[in-house]
């Protein structure tokens, strides 16, 4: 097998029948790159996994080191139960950016990205590891700030368990552009276009474009 092609396949997620896009594929992704991008830049997921015969999700944060992914939840939790018995939990990431408004409601849409994982996991057990993963999140949310801080004491230590996550396999998706139209609505005295998604927490993204009516 040549370099290239190694590298590349390695650049490439691993997708099964059940991570494979069916419906929407032109907008499925199998690059590490893409999923990686998305989970650095939102560092919240949702964790689903089987307790019992049921289902669970729970939202959590999540980062990465390299190909690996890292969470943290109390000693002796379910979860950590589960993957050290050699379970799979699926881990699921979204971010809506902007809503995709059309001249008909049928059209109407989301610009997002997201991603679909299946992971089987291990905990994290010595120490000068345990720190390092926390150093590389901390340092992520402020640079150096990990170096002015008292590091994790033994108790603090015994009371996490951290979690290191293989990626068995996976998918990303997402949506970008305008909105898709059917040629006789396009006289309709509509607007259409992209409004960046708002919470009341930013007022910079309550701003709507120029040209948007009154109501919006």
Same mark, same amino acid.
């Given at each position: ?61 999540? !980062?990465?080191?390299?190909? @690996?992914? $890292?969470? &943290?939840? +109390? #000693? ?22 902007? !809503?995709?408004?059309?001249? @008909?409601? $049928?059209? &109407?849409? +989301? #610009? ?105």
């Amino acid at each position: 097998m040549s370099t290239d092609l190694l590298e590349s396949t390695e650049q490439i997620l691993p997708h099964s029948k059940r991570s494979t896009v069916r419906r929407g594929a032109k907008r499925a992704s199998y690059n590490k790159a893409d999923v990686y991008q998305l989970i650095d830049d939102l560092k919240l997921a949702h964790i689903g996994f089987v307790i019992d015969g049921g289902p669970v999700i729970i939202p959590i944060t999540l !980062w990465r080191i390299e190909d @690996s992914l $890292y969470f &943290h939840v +109390a #000693n002796k939790s379910r979860l950590q139960r589960l993957l050290e018995s050699g379970g799979e939990i699926c881990v699921s990431l979204a971010e809506c950016s902007e !809503w995709v408004m059309a001249k @008909s409601a $049928y059209h &109407h849409s +989301a #610009n997002y990205r997201s991603a679909v994982l299946y992971c089987t996991g291990e905990r994290v057990t010595e120490d000068a590891d345990f720190d390092k993963a926390f150093e590389v999140v901390i340092n992520q949310m402020e640079e150096g700030r990990w170096e002015h801080l008292r590091p994790p004491n033994h108790s603090e230590r015994k009371a996490t368990a951290l979690l290191k996550l293989t990626i068995q396999e996976g998918s990303f998706k997402s949506r970008s552009g305008g909105p898709v139209e059917e040629p006789e609505d396009m006289e309709l005295p509509v607007w259409h276009g992209t409004l960046p998604t708002s919470s009341p927490q930013d007022k910079d993204k309550n701003k709507t474009p120029s040209g948007c009516p009154v109501h919006l």
